[in-house]
């Protein structure tokens, strides 16, 4: 019998098999109609079908195509990262007519640093311009060292190589690290700064029933001083008033201790938190945590009705309390996996949820107690100056930091298949990241991103991003009215920062980024 299958030719069996898939696919198999009908050949169909968003990215799809980042946003950012050349020739291959293209007003002589300038020396530095938690005078404020920082992504979506990778880049940039809700893991304490993020599942200071445990939060926070602040997540970007979904297959032992849940089982978080239902008892609970780890305590949202803002807004001028941040994230999504429904329609995109929920606080002269932080595709420094002159204080990143480590966009995040060894838990995949190497792109690429910002800000006549205004920035509107800048557009005017020069903020004592020399 060997002898006999030994001497069939390979070509032999392969037409057997061949065969046998052809009289399965006729006579036995009847869920895939195009396989039925044209066995063998079919599945060429499905098979191009599968490497369809690949052949599209690299050889279809032009520059400036692709969504949601396109080619030359991902090539910016690769280049950046690895310090290669990331500029332009020939000039703008953009639609520079096309709506909401930004334009940035330079100023007939540009702003020259002067000798003893923190920024002779680096030119990447630029801080925040506010502290967290100055107002209600916190017994730990903190002024982030950097204006951009590593958005809320949970260890769990992430894998444990890219999480440390981003943390030790942070750390080597000076910036901060939001935990993201998946709680506070090995990997978030690699040296950098972290803001602990939680949401409605209250993974890693979780009770027994399933709610926030204060207990379990302050021995967090003092156990852990590389804790800045904490923020509470009301809601996402990619998902509003939708839980998250961590599939089973990525719950790891390890993840089940972080988080307290079971292995193997999905998780899925509640829509709405436990700890508190009203806008008074958010106040409440915000105070509490305050009270108890002294640390700066703030919110996060996508922005759609406003009513509830302009009702924390109303408590907070006539208590004298409230957040000390607020992080306003797009409804452009994130790494979050979504509905399309959600995804697609649910919550305002940032230049409209930020302008809108702004102005609630600036109509009740509410805004220097506040550091605003956007969230939503701002990892590039004209879509920054245009943040900042509409409020914000800080930006944080997600997926441009997932590509400075080496995320090539594959939107496969919540698979457990992220050919990168980002967004899984797959170990093997994971070994194909040196953490060494990608902290290293995601610090150079935060240096590159603030030297280019610092440019355009000196370019348009300021020492720092704090000191742009709506009419610095002009957007193109419409074809009745070509452009506008942005304070005709949004109709309300930013509120001056106070600011007194880039060396009272490089001399704060609360000035966070561990390797910051003074």
């Not at 590509?403 to 457990?416: D, E, L, P, Y």
Request: net charge neutral.
């Amino acid at each position: 019998m060997i002898d006999f299958i030994t001497s069939i030719p390979w070509y032999a069996w392969l037409l057997l098999v061949v065969f046998a898939v052809a009289i399965r696919d006729v006579f036995f198999q009847k869920a895939h109609t195009i396989s039925h009908n044209f066995p063998i050949v079919g599945y060429f169909r499905y098979w191009l079908e599968s490497i369809g968003p690949e052949m599209r990215q690299y050889f279809v799809a032009n520059n400036r195509e692709e969504l949601p980042f396109n080619r030359i946003e991902r090539g910016w950012i690769y280049a950046s990262a690895k310090k290669e050349n990331n500029y332009e020739g020939f000039g703008t291959d953009r639609d520079i007519y096309a709506h909401h293209h930004i334009f940035v007003k330079n100023q007939m002589m540009a702003y020259e640093v002067p000798d003893n300038h923190p920024n002779t020396e680096d030119k990447s530095f630029v801080p925040c311009a506010k502290v967290m938690g100055a107002y209600n005078k916190r017994a730990k404020p903190y002024r982030p060292a950097s204006v951009i920082n590593v958005s809320a992504m949970s260890f769990g979506s992430l894998s444990a190589a890219a999480v440390e990778a981003m943390n030790k880049g942070v750390q080597k940039a000076d910036a901060y690290h939001n935990t993201g809700e998946g709680g506070l893991s090995p990997y978030h304490k690699q040296g950098g700064d972290v803001i602990f993020h939680f949401g409605t599942g209250y993974f890693g200071v979780r009770s027994a029933e399933g709610s926030l445990s204060m207990e379990k939060l302050k021995t967090l926070v003092e156990n852990n001083p590389c804790i800045k602040a904490i923020e509470i997540k009301l809601s996402q970007g990619a998902k509003p008033g939708k839980g998250g979904v961590l599939p089973g297959a990525k719950i790891t032992p390890e993840l089940a201790e972080i988080r307290g849940v079971e292995v193997g089982k999905d998780v899925l978080s509640p829509a709405t938190h436990k700890a508190f239902k009203s806008v008074p008892e958010l106040l409440q609970l915000i105070e509490k945590i305050a009270e108890a780890t002294g640390l700066p305590v703030g919110i996060k949202g996508a922005i759609g009705k406003l009513d509830q803002w302009e009702q924390l807004a109303d408590l907070m001028l006539k208590t004298g309390k409230g957040p000390d941040f607020i992080t306003v994230d797009g409804g452009e999504g994130g790494t979050g996996a979504a509905p399309p429904s959600f995804a697609d329609h649910v919550s305002l995109p940032w230049v409209y949820g930020f302008s809108s929920v702004y102005k609630v606080f600036l109509n009740r002269e509410l805004t220097d107690r506040i550091v605003f932080i956007g969230s939503g595709k701002l990892g590039f420094p004209a879509k920054a100056a245009m943040a900042f002159a509409m409020g914000a204080d800080c930006i944080n990143v997600a997926r441009e930091a997932m590509m400075s480590i080496g995320c090539i966009q594959a939107q496969v995040c919540h698979t457990n298949r992220c050919p990168t060894g980002i967004a899984t838990q797959s170990q093997w995949l994971q070994n194909g990241i040196d953490v060494t190497l990608k902290s290293e792109r995601l610090a150079q690429y935060f240096k590159s991103f603030r030297k280019e910002f610092l440019e355009i800000t000196h370019a348009a006549g300021y020492e720092h991003p704090c000191q742009f205004h709506m009419e610095d920035i002009q957007v193109n509107v419409d074809d009745t009215d070509l452009n506008r800048d942005l304070r005709s557009t949004y109709k309300y005017q930013k509120n001056p920062i106070p600011f007194n020069g880039v060396q009272e903020l490089y001399d704060c004592i609360h000035l966070g980024g561990k390797s910051v020399t003074k």
